[in-house]
Structure formats: C-alpha cells, structure tokens
C-alpha cells in the first residue's frame, strides 16, 4: 500500500480548526476535522485510521497539548502518527506558544504574522523575537525533534496572528506554511494564490521528482 501523505500542524483550537480545513480546500488536500481540539481528542491509532480513509492527499492533520509543557495527549498522538509505517510525513507547521519549560524545534523557515519570511523565531502573534535563534517555542512541538522531517516551518498562532491569518482573509499564513511543504516535497503550487480568491489546486509532482 502507497503511504499517505501527510502535513501536522501543532494546533487545533476551534480558530486553528477553520484555518486549516481553509488550507485543506485551497490545495485540494483533505483536512481531518476530528483531529482538532483542545487537547487533541482522538489517539494516534484513531487518527491513523481517519488518515487511511481520506480520499486523497495531501492530508492535513492538526495536533493540540491544551498548553502542556510534558508530552499531553497531542504530542503522543503526534509521535504515534509520525513514527507509522503507513504515513509519510511531509512536513510540520510547528506553532508558537506562550510556553515555557519546553525545548522547543529548530524550524527551516519561519514565517511572521505578514507571511515574511525571518531570520528570527516568532511569538504566538507571529512576531519576531529580536536576538533569538529560528526556534520555535510551542507546547505540541518538542517531539518534532525525534523524527527526520523534510521541511518544518515555524509561525505564530494559526489563525491569529494580529488577524493576519484569519480564514476570512484567506489564511494566508498558513497557507504560505503549508505551501513551503509542498514545494519542498515536489508538488507544483504555482497555480497558487495566496487571497481569498484562490481556486482549489488540483495537486500533481512536478517532472524529475
């Protein structure tokens, strides 16, 4: 059986829930709605089996702590969906939080609440922590570390972010995370705008890849 594709987010409020299943359509993903909460209400077992059923990829899961700095239920969840034989991890959206007590991930790109790409980590407002390193300081983040990942991409609170990624806007944020990942992993996004106009991507890989 092919391994399915798959995009974690570390969030899943009900704010987080309507940016990401916004994302989902735009790229013609799938996203798994059961998988918000606060904290995460389903086990990784459960999740998995919601990934399988999912008419295509990618797909786009969300995972929560509630604020937890030890492993909660979303990060055990997320470890679980990670280290599958039958999921393909394409990337993470890996989320900051007002947190302490946490190592926190070294992301790849991180993203302010504008969409810009910085050199900086971001706080939970997608605002840029001056003096600090690209590390993300998340509540859902710090098992991230464990697994080889082809691309994290660090951003404030999805949705939030001084309204800058509200899914009436287009959540274009998020949108920018998520299509980062798919670039990164081969996929042609070129069709792709980032407004609340955007038509739903029919998602292919690109020549070569």
């Not at 899961?61 to 280290?83: H, N, P, T």
């Not at 959206?93 to 609440?113: F, K, M, R």
Request: aromatic share 2%; charged share 20%; hydrophobic share 40%.
């Amino acid at each position: 059986m092919n391994k399915r594709q798959v995009i974690v987010i570390t969030d899943g409020d009900q704010v987080a829930k309507k940016v990401v299943e916004d994302v989902a359509s735009r790229i013609g993903g799938r996203c798994i709605s059961a998988s918000a909460g606060n904290p995460t209400p389903l086990t990784g077992p459960q999740l998995v089996d919601l990934i399988r059923e999912a008419p295509h990829d990618p797909v786009l899961v969300m995972f929560d702590d509630c604020g937890a700095s030890i492993k909660g239920r979303g990060e055990q969840a997320l470890e679980y969906v990670l280290s599958h034989p039958d999921i393909h991890v394409l990337g993470a959206v890996a989320v900051a939080s007002n947190i302490s007590d946490v190592t926190g991930i070294a992301a790849d790109v991180v993203l302010n609440y504008e969409g810009r790409m910085v050199n900086r980590s971001v706080d939970k407002h997608g605002k840029e922590m001056p003096g600090s390193s690209m590390r993300i300081y998340g509540d859902t983040v710090d098992v991230l570390n464990r697994y080889p990942l082809p691309l994290v991409v660090g951003i404030g609170d999805v949705g939030k972010m001084r309204h800058g990624d509200n899914h009436l806007l287009g959540s274009p944020v998020s949108t920018m995370a998520v299509k980062l990942i798919l670039d990164k992993n081969g996929y042609d996004t070129s069709a792709l705008e980032l407004d609340d106009n955007s038509p739903q991507l029919s998602l292919g890989k690109n020549e070569g890849v």
